[in-house]
């Protein structure tokens, strides 16, 4: 059983198109993530939820938004796509306690390459 | 604000030998720090954590870290490496004063040499 899992694990399109990824977790978790990991390895994050309620909104531009259905859901929608938006996007979830973040649980990644 | 820095980029070990690869962090508050593996084409799968308490600390496949608060490190260490160690490694460090976000380091890759 896979813990974090996303759909799709592969994305090529065109600059201009919209994209979704999605991601589940059957973990309990309360807590879920979206990291951009570029060419360089860099990991940088974007967005948290908790409980289904946006706490984390880096400096993102407004093309990309998450949506959170349920706690065990987390999907990114991209609208416009850019070159630069190319990269391997990681759903994450953790369980915070007593107010303190846990580790985090990776999926496997989703490549998205835009040309 | 937040930051966590891994000063090498590679690590080169061969198989036996004990590995350390660095890590330093700069947070306000209360730190909790931990490393994570990534092999290629994979997500990255958590090691260790410290948040509280002894500050060695060990992990999962014989990886330990040593929480040094003086120093504001947290070194990644294994006392004999496997040619499967080869990945690449990650520190990460949250907070209370950052809202709990997790910043990862840039990131180490380590090769173990049969």
């Known amino acids: 059983d896979t813990a974090v899992s996303q759909t799709p694990k592969y994305l090529v399109t065109q600059m201009g198109n919209d994209k979704s990824i999605k991601c589940e977790q059957n973990?309990?978790?309360?807590?879920m993530y979206w990291y951009k990991q570029d060419s360089k390895k860099f990991l940088k994050i974007m967005f948290s939820?908790?409980?289904?309620?946006?706490?984390i909104n880096e400096t993102v531009p407004n093309r990309f938004s998450p949506k959170s259905p349920d706690k065990a859901h987390l999907n990114l929608h991209i609208n416009s796509l850019e070159l630069g938006d190319s990269a391997v996007y990681f759903c994450?979830?953790?369980?915070?306690?007593?107010?303190?973040?846990?580790?985090?649980?990776f999926g496997e990644g989703s490549r998205l390459t835009v040309l | 604000a937040q930051s966590v820095a891994q000063p090498e980029d590679q690590v080169n070990v061969a198989e036996g030998n004990p590995l350390t690869v660095k890590c330093t962090y700069s947070?306000?508050?209360?730190?909790?720090l931990f490393w994570y593996v990534q092999y290629p084409n994979r997500g990255l799968q958590f090691l260790l954590k410290?948040?509280?308490?002894?500050?060695l600390v060990k992990g999962s496949y014989g990886f330990e870290a040593e929480f040094n608060k003086s120093q504001t490190s947290f070194h990644l260490k294994k006392p004999s490496a496997l040619v499967s160690d080869s990945a690449l490694y990650f520190c990460?460090?949250?907070?209370?004063?950052?809202?709990?976000?997790?910043?990862f380091g840039a990131g180490t890759r380590l090769f173990v040499k049969a």
């Open positions: 994450a979830s953790s369980q915070r306690t007593s107010g303190a973040t846990g580790e985090l649980f």
């Open positions: 973990l309990g978790h309360d807590t």
């Open positions: 939820y908790n409980n289904k309620e946006l706490i």
């Open positions: 947070v306000s508050g209360n730190p909790y």
């Open positions: 410290y948040i509280t308490g002894d500050n």
């Open positions: 990460a460090v949250s907070a209370n004063t950052g809202g709990f976000k997790t910043i």
